[in-house]
T-cell receptor, first 114, second 114 residues
């Protein structure tokens, strides 16, 4: 079955430290890949996306993600975390040709300590 | 543009009551979707629509109905509310077209069924 796994439920980092959030997917082909962020009480905002081409993609708010086909991974990174980055982060995938079907991971909640 | 709007923001229902969650978008997006978000489970697709007059089931459609009479609106109906439908509901939309999978999310409706 197709699935998206975010193995870390909760991560705490200090402000200014680097961040990496993990995402693995299980699909027969390379899907389209996304990272969304959800601040408390808010909807989801797209951070970045990968369709094809350069495997290192840049997003908003200083985030980047790297697609590694051999590991079926799409990990999200940020070199220096700000307190305002505290939120929940969701990895999502969509198969080529599917309509609106995004499949989400279960999310990683990021806490930033000052 | 207002983007994707949802009403109401909060709702409390008694078991067995029915109600409609409203979703509208002003971006002329062909595709619209409804997701529910439950703790530890990420977002799961309930129903989606690829255009006016066309709807289909997602991962968790039981207990919900949808219709799409206009491009702008995509209401979600709960026929007979159950406590298991307590959740946060998100509506999303996107353009049609090959390779366009970025979805825009509304702010959500928090529903409690007692």
């Amino acid at each position: 079955a197709q699935s998206v796994t975010q193995p870390d439920i909760h991560i705490t980092v200090s402000e200014g430290a680097s961040l990496e959030l993990r995402c693995n997917y299980s699909y027969g082909a390379t899907p389209y890949l996304f990272w969304y962020v959800q601040s408390p009480g808010q909807g989801l905002q797209l951070l970045l996306k990968y369709f094809s081409g350069d495997t290192l993609v840049q997003g908003i708010k200083g985030f980047e993600a790297e697609f590694k086909r051999s590991q079926s991974s799409f990990n999200l990174r940020k070199p220096s975390v700000h307190w305002s980055d505290a939120a929940e982060y969701f990895c999502a995938v969509a198969l080529t040709g599917t309509a609106s079907k995004l499949t989400f991971g279960t999310g990683t909640r990021l806490q930033v300590t000052l | 543009n207002a983007g994707v709007t949802q009403t109401p923001k909060f709702q409390v229902l008694k078991t067995g009551q029915s109600m409609t969650l409203q979703c509208a978008q002003d971006m002329n997006h062909e595709y619209m979707s409804w997701y529910r978000q439950d703790p530890g489970m990420g977002l799961r697709l309930i129903h989606y629509s690829v255009g006016a007059g066309i709807t289909d089931q997602g991962e968790v459609p039981n207990g919900y109905n949808v219709s799409r009479s206009t491009t702008e609106d995509f209401p979600l109906r709960l026929l007979s509310a159950a406590p298991s439908q307590t959740s946060v509901y998100f509506c999303a939309s996107r353009l049609a077209g090959q390779g366009v999978y970025e979805q825009y999310f509304g702010p959500g409706t928090r529903l409690t069924v007692t």
